[in-house]
């Protein structure tokens, strides 16, 4: 028996423990940079690409709600709208966040994806169980199902009450990895990014980079732009509202310094003459004017920097779209082949 003079002390100090732990828990549980970094602590360290969607965070967003009124909303999927019915769950009512990795393979691209919301599992489970199967694996219910019109399983499994996991792996090995420490290479681009609700982090092995270029909008090609962007060992893109603004920051990162002043110069050099096509009088007599001055807009927020971090060169693209593009672009008509705009826009 504890010496009673003991006793006091020891209950002082379970006392202050459990205080401890009960204050950890909740402030983990409800911080949005500690949740998100639980997610990200998922993702593979060998993936090829990463990107992250905080919902939760953007439907507060006035220029969300402007995007959401401009944007052409399909017509309802047959497909989809059973599914809400049988399972409750609704990806604009009820995804708060979004994690995907994508790895490359040789049969092609592996992809794990950790999602929080609020599930109603029992309705998700009967559901997986008609469309697919279950079986139990590491101690959890894996469920498989196979969307109609493909032939490739996909497998999710729930990692809590509110996160689910989702692969087309069929080892489903990746639903099971544990969170572990970033890698050094990921945690400082995650961090670089922290307070961004939206995000893609590239780490480029084949060109990722050179066959956007080699093909942009318009049918534009730059040969010289792309052989720059294939020597990017990293790509970032941020994205994230400020007021009625939506502030996007795009960084290739590399270790050659001259490899960042050509690509410096020649994106530079781009939005010169992009700024110098819209003022030409072919473009104005062709450009709707409202649309034209959206555009111009853009283009004179955007700024090209050079980064260097020592170890790494960087060069960064900021440029901000506004609520006048688009306003122009809805006044302009939906794009080729959309459909047009049909049920309400989500409400949360």
């Known amino acids: 028996m504890p010496d009673r003079k003991l006793l006091p002390g ?11 732990t009960f204050v950890y828990f909740r402030y983990k549980s409800s911080d949005p940079l500690a949740i998100r970094n639980e997610m990200l602590a998922r993702m593979p360290s060998s993936a090829n690409a990463v990107v992250f969607l905080d919902l939760s965070s953007l439907r507060s967003s006035p220029f969300l709600a402007q995007l959401f009124a401009w944007a052409p909303r399909p017509a309802p999927d047959e ?3 059973q599914f809400v019915q049988a399972t409750g769950f609704d990806y604009e009512r009820d995804l708060d966040r979004v994690a995907l990795a994508v790895s490359r393979a040789s049969n092609g691209s592996i992809f794990l994806v950790i999602a929080d919301g609020h599930f109603d599992h029992r309705r998700i489970e009967d559901y997986a169980r008609r469309s697919g199967k279950s079986e139990a694996r590491n101690g959890a219910t894996v469920f498989s199902i196979a969307p109609s019109g ?3 399983a996909l497998f999710f499994t729930f990692l809590r009450e509110d996160r689910m996991a989702w692969t087309n792996d069929p080892s489903a090995a990746a639903l099971f990895l544990q969170p572990d420490p970033f890698a050094a290479e990921w945690r400082e681009r995650y961090e670089r990014l922290a307070g961004t609700p939206l995000f893609a982090v590239i780490r480029q092995d084949s060109g990722t980079a050179s066959a956007l270029a080699q093909q942009a909008s318009g049918g534009f090609r730059s040969p010289q732009l792309a ?5 990017l060992q990293w790509i970032s893109i941020g994205v994230k509202p400020d007021g009625n603004l939506l502030r996007v920051v795009a960084e290739g990162e590399c270790a050659s310094e001259a490899t960042m002043r050509q690509l410096n110069d020649i994106l530079s050099g781009i939005l010169l003459l992009a700024q110098g096509g819209l003022n030409g009088a072919d473009t104005r ?5 409202q649309l034209r001055e959206g555009y111009l807009e853009l283009l004179q927020s955007a700024e090209v920097q050079k980064v260097d971090r020592g170890s790494s060169k960087s060069v960064r693209v900021v440029f901000d779209v506004t609520p006048k593009l688009l306003q ?9 082949g959309a459909a047009a705009p049909v049920g309400r826009a989500p409400n949360h």
Not at 10 to 20: D, F, M
Not at 285 to 289: A, E, H
């Open 227 to 231: 052989a720059l962007l294939a020597q």
């Open 328 to 336: 122009a672009a809805r006044a302009a008509g939906p794009p080729v």
């Open 150 to 152: 493909t032939s490739q």
């Open 79 to 81: 497909e989809y709208t």
């Open 285 to 289: 007599s062709k450009l709707d004017p």
């Open 10 to 20: 020891l209950l002082v100090i379970l006392a202050l423990s459990l205080a401890g």
